[in-house]
């Protein structure tokens, strides 16, 4: 820009700066009144029509409980999908008035985030591996049919327990994936009807499940298992009457509801004291985040 042409723009600034200055002060919009509050099941209604004309057709959807949030001016509640069997709840903040969604969980900065997760993690009464007074908790969401599960099993097994033992307990817990691996969550039966004679049982059951993942199959599973549960010393008809009634199948919705609550959504996924790794990551990984947590 030319000095002449500088001075021009300064200038024109400088008279716009004065004309601003010396204009009457706009007045104060007013604001329209608040929508009122809808009723939630409305809010709910309203929810599940505007996502389901975007979803696959088979897809379900279904807005759980709508409540007042932490967050004022907010409800929140979940939407629950069901993609063909396979369940996943969907935090969401929705105002009150029924017309704006956030998806996702409200985050509480001032909460640790590693304690929060492992909050949400239910262990009561699980069978774990590992001193009850381990300083370090792991715990696994995965498939017994999942390739990369029977990887991650390895790790743990030929690695991380050896290297670690007596200083980390691990549970395991179930994700079936029933979309892509027909078998897994009958699988993931016969390891809870294992659990209800005992927790030995459960992981013998778990091992006998990872070693023949290759040979198991939806028709001869009940067999395979059956036999598995004789070997560990089980009683077979107890065994037999829990895989039939499919007894132990409330716990395993459990279990994906709650990897939904946590963002567990593809397996294998572990939490290492609240820290999330994904996949069958190698024992190096596991080895960061093991050492780091016992400090």
């Known amino acids: 820009m030319s000095r002449c042409g500088a001075w021009l723009a300064s200038t024109l600034i ?19 009144p ?15 029509e505007y996502f389901s004309k975007s979803v696959t057709p088979g897809i379900t959807l279904k807005a759980g409980s709508i409540v007042p949030s932490r967050v004022a001016g907010w409800n929140e509640g979940t939407l629950d999908v069901d993609a063909n069997g396979s369940k996943q709840s969907i935090p969401f903040l ?55 599960c029977s990887r991650a099993y390895q790790i743990l097994e030929e690695q991380v327990l050896p290297q670690y033992a007596g200083k980390v307990r691990v549970f395991f817990k179930h994700l079936p994936l029933k ?7 009958g699988a993931a039966l016969a390891a809870e009807c294992a659990a ?13 499940l990872f070693a023949a993942q290759r040979d198991l199959n939806l028709d001869n599973l009940q067999a395979r298992v059956t036999a598995a549960a004789r070997s560990a010393g089980l009683d077979e008809a107890r065994f037999t009457a829990c895989y039939d009634g499919r007894a132990a199948l409330p716990r395993i919705e459990k279990d994906l509801a709650e990897a939904a609550a946590v963002g567990a959504n593809s397996t294998p996924t572990f939490f290492i004291d609240g820290r999330r790794l994904e996949g069958a990551q190698p024992f190096e990984t596991f080895k960061a985040v093991i050492d780091e947590a016992l400090g």
């Not at 004309?19 to 009457?24: L, P, V």
């Not at 209800?196 to 006998?208: C, E, L, R, T």
């Open 196 to 208: 209800d004679q005992s927790g030995d049982g459960f992981w013998k059951m778990y091992h006998a």
């Open 14 to 32: 400088a008279v716009g700066l004065a004309a601003a200055a010396c204009r009457e002060p706009a007045t104060e919009t007013k604001q329209p």
């Open 179 to 185: 979309s892509i691996h027909p078998w897994a969550e």
């Open 94 to 148: 929705v105002s009150l008035d029924g017309k704006y969604f956030i998806s996702g969980e409200v985050t509480d900065l001032t909460v640790d985030p590693l304690r929060a997760a492992m909050a949400k993690i239910d262990l009561e009464g699980r069978p774990f591996r590992g001193p009850a007074d381990a300083k370090v908790t792991i715990v696994e969401y995965a498939d017994f049919q999942c390739p990369f």
């Open 34 to 48: 608040a929508a009122p509050p809808a009723a939630p099941e409305d809010v709910a209604r309203r929810i599940e």
